[in-house]
Structure formats: C-alpha cells, structure tokens
C-alpha cells in the first residue's frame, strides 16, 4: 500500500524470526506493542490511516461502498494509548538517509498535535529509524521542538539524535522497547 | 455521510448558535472540544474513520486516488486524548429510542478496547444521547461493563443511566460539558 508522500508502510507480519531482519519499523512497533499489550504492560495501539471520502455508493448486497476517496494529510500522530496510567503519543518514521532526518516526514498537523500534548504534560516521541545504518532512535517531542524552533531548518542530522534522542537496543521479542527509554526520560519506574 | 450499521453521524457546523437545537451529539462535542483546546483545558480529538483500501491507483496528476474501499469496523473508540495528565478515551452514541440503548451501537471490538483501557487505569466512558428525549447521559466504562457482563442483555434501559450515569446539563458555549462530570468521577479537581 502506498501512503502521501511516497512514505512506504509495513504490512502486518505474525511470522517473525529473530534473524528476520529488514523488517520495517512499523512492523516491530506492531510486534512489540502486541507484546505489551498481551504482558498487560501498555495499551498503545495504531489510529486508523485517515482519508477522505469524495464518491461512495451501495453495492448489490445493500453494503456502503467507497468508489472515490483520497488519502488525506495526518492530523495527529500514528500511535497513541495509555502506559503506567499517562498518556502517551508518538510518531514512528523511517529514513534510508545516512547522515539526517529529512523533516518533510513530519507534517504541519502533526506538529501542532505534538505541541498540544507537550502543553497537556503527555508524553510524546518521535522514534525515528536510519535504515541503512540500522539504528532506531527516540527524540522526545521537547527536544525535537526544540531543535525545529531554533534551528528553522529542513532537517535534523543524525547527530542531534546521537546528542539528545536514545538509541533503542534492538531485542527479540519487545523487537524496540522504547517504554525502557521512556522510563528513562519520565523517570516512570 | 453514511456509515456502517445505518448509523448516521453529524457533519462539522462552524455556525452554531444558541438557538440552534437539535445539533448531532457530534457536532455538540466538536465545538465543546474545541473549546477545551483553545481554553487549554484539555486536547480531546475524534479519530479517523477506519476504511479498509481494496483498490488504488493514480490519478492523472499523479495523486493516489483510492477507487474501492469500504468502512471497517471499529476497533477503537471515537474520542481520545489527555486531560490534567490522564489518558481519556470515549465513545458517543445518539438513540431515537426513548427507554434504552441498543448494544449493537458498541462492537464487540469497541469493548475489547475499553476492557484494555480500563486495566491499564485509564479515564473512559460512554456519552449516550436519547436524541427524542433531548437528554444526554455520561456512563463510566466501568459501569457500563458490570451491566453486560451480568446482564447479558441487548440493550441498556435508560433507567440505567438514570442509576449510574450522569445527565450532562446543555450549556452556550460548553455544549455538552462533560469533563465536569468526569472531574466529579475521577475525583480530578
């Protein structure tokens, strides 16, 4: 499936093996949010892609059918839900740029909903992943807004994530457990 | 705009005034929300609705143009967001009915979600307007859950709601001023 943007998205995939590497990053985030879930450790889930519809009709069988519909500019983030009784909210991105985070990944929308939490005391992310270097990390939105109000550039080098954002370790099963970082930077445990 | 199971939705109306009954709850909780969030009192969004995409394409101008696709069921609720700290999370449903509420409003999904949400000690609950009756009632996910899981029946009878929700008083601006009831619950202020 093909997103705005050019974004490409995993696909759900319940066959994971640990030396299945290569998966995307939504796919992990898939796997180890099941993991939470079924640990009853958090319950973050993945909001519905929005789109807008422009032509729907009914079909032979009486069911509502979309016959024209775009894909529409997010609004908020992918994922949100609830850890350790807060709020919590993030963007998941994938990059293949070795050396920077281009910040076209971001929409407007989705900067103003990040700004929104940050102002409500939630707690937001960003987890970005380098493909081609294989390193995932996180940035809390109090950083990454930092860095886009001062800066007024078009990305973020990888360095500032080396600097104020975590490397999350890569595991088996919790295949990116950011809730350690979050514990981290919260000081939630 | 119609969606799955006949139930009808309102559409966003930025020209509200006082006399201007018989809004959808929808639209009532649009302009309460918004409210909230230029207040800064809480950031409380509607999710989008889930389509499930069976065929795409480009369009001449290059633009994904999604050409088949039908309204999945839900497996979240409507609303979700942060109030004082706390992870929310709702539901809202309109009835013509005048003495109960229809299960079949709530998938079975939509439970799912609130059982996830209530163990992981997050604020939620249903919003349910007998639109006949012109009365809109706040029920805890909590007591909503002890009804059908002992009940086992189809439908919640309004006396219910009498018993353990609570009436939400119609305001000017504050249309359906629900955080006001969930302060009372959740002890918030």
């Known amino acids: 499936m093909n997103y705005p943007n050019g974004i490409k998205k995993g ?5 994971i093996t640990y030396k299945n590497r290569g998966m995307t990053l939504e796919s992990d985030l898939n796997v180890t949010n099941q993991y939470y879930i079924e640990n009853n450790i ?12 422009v032509k729907a009709d009914y079909n032979s069988k009486g069911l509502r059918v979309i ?3 775009y ?13 350790k009784g807060n709020y919590i909210d993030y963007e998941a991105k994938e990059t293949k740029n070795k050396s920077y985070f281009p910040l076209s990944n971001i929409h407007e929308h989705q900067i103003t909903h990040l ?19 294989n390193k995932t990390y996180l940035l809390s939105t109090k950083d990454f807004l930092d860095y886009i109000d001062k800066m007024k550039k078009s990305t973020i080098p990888i360095s500032y994530f ?5 490397l999350i370790k890569e595991k ?14 919260w000081r939630l445990s």
Chains 1, 2 share one sequence.
């Open 162 to 166: 080396e600097s104020h954002g975590y």
């Open 42 to 53: 958090a319950y973050i889930y993945k909001k519905p892609t929005p789109i807008k519809v």
């Open 67 to 69: 016959k024209e519909a």
């Open 11 to 15: 696909i759900d995939n319940k066959y």
């Open 115 to 133: 700004r929104h939490i940050e102002s409500q005391n939630g707690i937001s992310f960003l987890i970005v992943r380098f493909t081609t270097l």
């Open 71 to 83: 894909y529409s500019e997010p609004s908020t983030t992918d994922y949100n839900g609830i850890y």
């Open 172 to 185: 088996y099963i919790k295949r990116v457990d950011y809730l350690e970082i979050v514990d981290k930077i």
